[in-house]
T-cell receptor, first 110, second 113 residues
Framework: EDQVTQSPEALRLQEGESSSLNCSYT??????LFWYRQDPGKGPEFLFT???AGEEKEKERLKATLTKKESFLHITAPKPEDSATYLC???????????FGSGTQLTVLP | NAGVTQTPKFQVLKTGQSMTLQCAQD?????MSWYRQDPGMGLRLIHY???????DQGEVPNGYNVSRSTTEDFPLRLLSAAPSQTSVYFC????????????FGEGSRLTVL
């Protein structure tokens, strides 16, 4: 059974204080690891897809990396507008579906 | 572009009532799905469809029904609502090809009393 575990559940940072969110996964044949951002009362919004170990993707203050067992979402010099819940999901083997983690709620204080 | 549109945004039901959550997408996506989101449990797949006339069960299908008569629409029916179905429901779609990213609607918050 595919499993995705995100940590920490919640993270509070001061503006400018860089940190990383973790997504550990157990799947049979990874076909893609996805990061989403979800604002309160909204649907998840796609950020990145990573396909193989060693791959990295960047967007503004966010950088996603992938190893064979986990992915990190690095947030550099965050701003209050980066506050959101960040979701990780995997697509594995012949599955048509995504398996989601429970998310990390990030709060960036001014 | 409207993307994925869900209605209603909020709904309160009494136990035993039935209702339909509507989902429509204008991106000509073949794949559509319904998730529920509960605190601490992440998004769980209820039902999905890979094209008109084809549906299948996800992780938590009990108590829900779906149909896909057109590419654009994928309604979710609650046959006899139960308090355990209190949740936020998200419809999502993606292209059959491409990177596999899902496009989500804004969600429908359902409370069953």
């Amino acid at each position: 059974e595919d499993q995705v575990t995100q940590s920490p559940e919640a993270l509070r940072l001061q503006e400018g204080e860089s940190s990383s969110l973790n997504c550990s996964y157990t799947v049979s044949g990874l076909r893609g690891l996805f990061w989403y951002r979800q604002d309160p009362g909204k649907g998840p919004e796609f950020l990145f897809t990573l396909y193989s170990a060693g791959e990295e993707k960047e967007k503004e203050r966010l950088k996603a990396t992938l190893t064979k067992k986990e992915s990190f979402l690095h947030i550099t010099a965050p701003k209050p507008e980066d506050s959101a819940t960040y979701l990780c999901a995997v697509r594995a083997g012949s599955a048509r579906q995504l398996t989601f983690g429970s998310g990390t709620q990030l709060t960036v204080l001014p | 572009n409207a993307g994925v549109t869900q209605t209603p945004k909020f709904q309160v039901l009494k136990t035993g009532q039935s209702m339909t959550l509507q989902c429509a997408q204008d991106m000509n996506h073949e794949y559509m799905s319904w998730y529920r989101q509960d605190p601490g449990m992440g998004l769980r797949l209820i039902h999905y469809s890979v094209g008109a006339g084809i549906t299948d069960q996800g992780e938590v299908p009990n108590g829900y029904n779906v149909s896909r008569s057109t590419t654009e629409d994928f309604p979710l029916r609650l046959l006899s609502a139960a308090p355990s179905q209190t949740s936020v429901y998200f419809c999502a779609s993606r292209d059959r090809l491409g990177t596999g990213e899902l496009f989500f609607g804004e969600g429908s918050r359902l409370t069953v009393l």
